[in-house]
């Protein structure tokens, strides 16, 4: 199984941009699909952006589209969370998550779709 660890956080102002990453070990990353989530205090687990395995197909959440860009790097194990323009309700912590899966192009974009979880990072948003 595939252990994820998200890096990139911070507290920002609005309109600044973070890249955050999420560093994967254990199994092939290349096999995983794979997905950033985020939760808010006091609100449900969200949706944010999806890749499939080779990247070929994304997917984003309407709120973060135009902003935000997911993209992975097999080669280095990682996937990527480039956000820019970015908002005061963007706060939240974010979380990547994978899930094995044999189609390549492939996306998933609900939690229950997805076995593995990194911890978190927190990304704050001052207006």
């Known amino acids: 199984q595939v252990q994820l660890v998200e890096s990139g956080g911070g507290l920002v102002q609005a309109g600044d941009s973070l890249r955050l990453s999420c560093a994967a070990s254990g199994r092939t990353f290349s096999s995983y699909a794979m997905g950033w989530f985020r939760q808010a205090p006091g609100k449900q687990r969200e949706f944010v952006a999806a890749i499939s395995r080779i990247g070929s197909n994304t997917y984003y959440e309407d709120s973060v589209k135009g902003r935000f860009t997911i993209s992975r790097d097999n080669a280095k194990n990682t996937l990527y969370l480039q956000m820019n323009s970015l908002k005061p309700e963007d706060t939240a912590v974010y979380y990547c998550?994978?899930?094995?899966?044999?189609?390549?192009?492939?996306?998933?974009?609900?939690?229950?779709?997805?076995?593995?979880w990194g911890q978190g990072t927190q990304v704050t948003v001052s207006s």
């Open positions: 998550a994978a899930r094995l899966f044999n189609a390549v192009a492939t996306i998933f974009y609900t939690s229950l779709d997805y076995g593995t």
